[in-house]
């Protein structure tokens, strides 16, 4: 089975991504860590995207479609979750084609609805760990007074550059001009589902879930 995480930055794509890995062995795919992993390892497209990821505007096309092309031929029995891609029409329909071109589809689109005042609040507060990725938020689940990491015991933990209300503003806007039309274009092919971001993670969760059958 593969699916599609669909909503604004903040939305909690990531986090939901996370537990369906855990839960069904699905394999996550997020172009913006496959971004932010090129940028961290210092190759040419790393740097030609670093400047742009900051202000909060969407990479070309063609670089987060190669991402994901690179991807899709080891095959994975629980499927993938696409976390952040598509996000323009063009690589929607560059997705549909590279999955039907290794016989597979889309099975759900599912778009998680959440109210903007919420997004900068989750945005701004937002940080990882360093090494596994666990998703931290200074108000709603703050680091350990440890200073270790829940998941794994890291001790290392990262802001994004672009977790700020400028950026935000921006990555908004990206958000509803280039990618919000994709809701409109699953909704015509039928496999669009919409869930309650706003709730408690095991609450969305198990809305997911619900959706996926
Ligand atoms: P994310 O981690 O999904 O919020 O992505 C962080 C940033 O990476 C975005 O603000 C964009 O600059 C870039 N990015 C990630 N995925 C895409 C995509 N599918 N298309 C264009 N830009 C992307």
Do not use: W
């Amino acid at each position: 089975m593969n699916i599609l995480l669909l909503g604004p930055p903040g939305a909690g794509k990531g986090t939901q991504a996370k537990q369906l890995v855990d839960e069904r062995q699905m394999v996550q795919l997020s172009t913006g860590d496959m971004l932010r992993a090129a940028r961290t390892s210092g190759t040419e497209m790393g740097k030609k995207v670093a400047a742009v990821m900051d202000a909060g505007h969407l990479v070309t096309d063609d670089i987060v479609i190669g991402l994901i092309a690179e991807q899709l031929d080891a095959s994975h029995e629980g499927g993938f979750i696409f976390d952040g891609f598509p996000r323009t029409l063009a690589q929607a329909d560059a997705l549909g084609e590279l999955l039907a071109s290794r016989d597979q589809k889309l099975d759900h689109v599912i778009e998680m609805q959440v109210d903007d005042d919420a997004l900068v609040a989750r945005i701004v507060g937002r940080s990882t760990c360093g090494d596994c990725g666990e998703i931290y938020h200074d108000q709603t689940k703050p680091i350990p007074a440890d200073g270790k990491c829940t998941n794994c015991g890291g001790t290392e933990f990262k802001r994004r550059a672009d977790d700020n209300e400028e950026s935000l503003k921006i990555r908004l806007m990206a958000y509803y001009k280039q990618t919000s039309p994709l809701i409109g274009y699953y909704y015509a092919k039928g496999n669009l589902e919409s869930v309650n971001g706003l709730g408690e993670i095991d609450a969305v969760a198990s809305e997911i879930k619900a959706a996926l059958g």
